[in-house]
C-alpha cells in the first residue's frame, strides 16, 4: 500500500513539475530554473523504485538535490549574494 501511495505522489509531483516547468504554464521561467526543475523531476524518477525498496542513496538521489540548488541558485542567487554583500559592509 505505501508503495503504491508513493509511486502515485511520485507521479503527480513529476506531473506538476513537467505542466510547470517545460509546458510553460507556471509563467516566466530562465533556462537555469527550468533546468533545475528537469533534474528534480529526472532524479525523482531515477532514484524513486530505489527509495521505495529501501535501497541506499544513488545517482537519482545526487541529480535530484543537484536540481534543487540549480533552481534555487537560479531563483535567489542574486538576491542572497546581494544580502551578503551588505552583511560585510562597516
Not at 528537469?38 to 537519482?60: D, K, N, Q, Y
Not at 536540481?67 to 552583511?87: M, N, P, Q
Amino acid at each position: 500500500m505505501v508503495l503504491i501511495l508513493s509511486c502515485a505522489l511520485g507521479a503527480l509531483i513529476v506531473t506538476v513539475i513537467v505542466v510547470v516547468a517545460l509546458l510553460g504554464w507556471g509563467g516566466s521561467l530562465s533556462m537555469s530554473q527550468r533546468l533545475g526543475l528537469a533534474a528534480i523531476a529526472a532524479g525523482i524518477v531515477w532514484a524513486g523504485p530505489g527509495r521505495a525498496l529501501g535501497r541506499e542513496p544513488g545517482l537519482g538521489d545526487a541529480l535530484l538535490l543537484l536540481g534543487l540548488l540549480v533552481y534555487l541558485l537560479a531563483s535567489y542567487g542574486g538576491a542572497l549574494l546581494r544580502r551578503l554583500d551588505t552583511l560585510g559592509a562597516d
